[in-house]
């Protein structure tokens, strides 16, 4: 009878160990085939940061592209980001849980894969990946790689929050943020602009702040569109950086914390910080 029941137990083991194999398999796959579309999109054209190139932008912004790339500063056409910190699955103290990601990204056309793992319980992660490819938007978040919870794809609104998400990350590779990006730039007050950008039909803005040197320090969307009980609506959403230090020629902030902002308080999400960050190969060079 022990023998039996033993023979079942490593039967149901062996099932699930091999469910969570395929399930990983499917995963890492799914995410290198949006990788390469990232790839495929981004052109190899040379170019270069020229201070000629910060003419006619608001003061703000003119003093944050100085301050933060050199003269002759390859443009990043592609980028790879190891970030980790704790991301927001409750609303205290007891519902931030480890995670660490990796991020690809592409800048022309814009685009990125984030590849996440949320540390929910001993050898119970959260596979979480957030995509933003040719104009088409996908979040999915599987438990183990194999129990879904979380699966949205396609909608206009996801897309939406998706490029707010891409246009706010260029602070991790701020070349991006040029007009010849396709980045549009208006004034606000003496320390913000607003940048607006366009692709395949989406339109998004963000009011950037900077320092009184020139560093970015907070990145603010008014509407960005938030997942919220089956429905998106559009949240105030900030996200608040420090730390700023120089990665391959260019200066970035390490650490960063995104917050909603919703009715009822302010609902931090994720804090993190960049752990390493890797650019094109044109950038090899740089130190």
Not at 145 to 169: C, D, F, I, K, N
Not at 260 to 270: F, I
Request: net charge neutral; with cysteine.
């Amino acid at each position: 009878m022990i023998r039996h029941v033993m023979l079942a137990v490593t039967a149901i083991l062996l099932a699930v160990i091999a469910t969570a194999v395929m399930a990983r398999v499917g995963w890492t796959s799914r995410s290198a085939e949006l990788r390469k579309e990232l790839e495929t999109g981004s052109p190899a054209a040379p170019e270069v940061f020229s201070a000629a190139d910060v003419e006619g932008l608001p003061e703000p912004v003119a003093r944050f592209f100085l301050r933060t790339l050199r003269e002759g500063q390859p443009l990043v056409r592609a980028v790879t980001l190891v970030t980790e910190g704790d991301f927001q699955t409750g609303k205290d103290a007891a519902g931030w849980k480890p995670f660490s990601a990796t991020q690809q990204f592409s800048t022309a056309p814009p685009g990125f894969v984030w590849d996440a793992r949320i540390r929910m319980a001993p050898l119970m992660p959260v596979f979480v990946r957030d995509a933003y490819v040719g104009g088409h938007a996908e979040m999915i978040g599987r438990v183990m790689g194999v129990y879904p919870v979380v699966r949205e794809m396609g909608t206009p609104e996801l897309a939406s929050g998706q490029l707010h998400r891409y246009l706010g990350e260029t602070m991790w590779f701020p070349t991006a943020l040029l007009p010849g990006h396709g980045v549009v730039w208006r004034a606000f007050d003496d320390h913000s602009a607003v940048a607006t950008i366009t692709d395949r039909g989406t339109t998004v803005s963000l009011r950037f702040t900077f320092t009184p040197e020139g560093d970015l320090s907070e990145v603010f969307a008014p509407d960005r569109m938030r997942s919220a009980n089956g429905r998106h609506e559009p949240t105030p959403w900030i996200v608040r950086c420090s730390d700023h230090q120089e990665r391959h020629g260019l200066r970035i902030p390490l650490w960063c914390e995104a917050v909603w902002q919703l009715p009822e308080g302010p609902l931090p999400y994720w804090r993190g910080r960049v752990t390493d960050v890797r650019y094109d190969a044109r950038l090899n060079g740089l130190k």
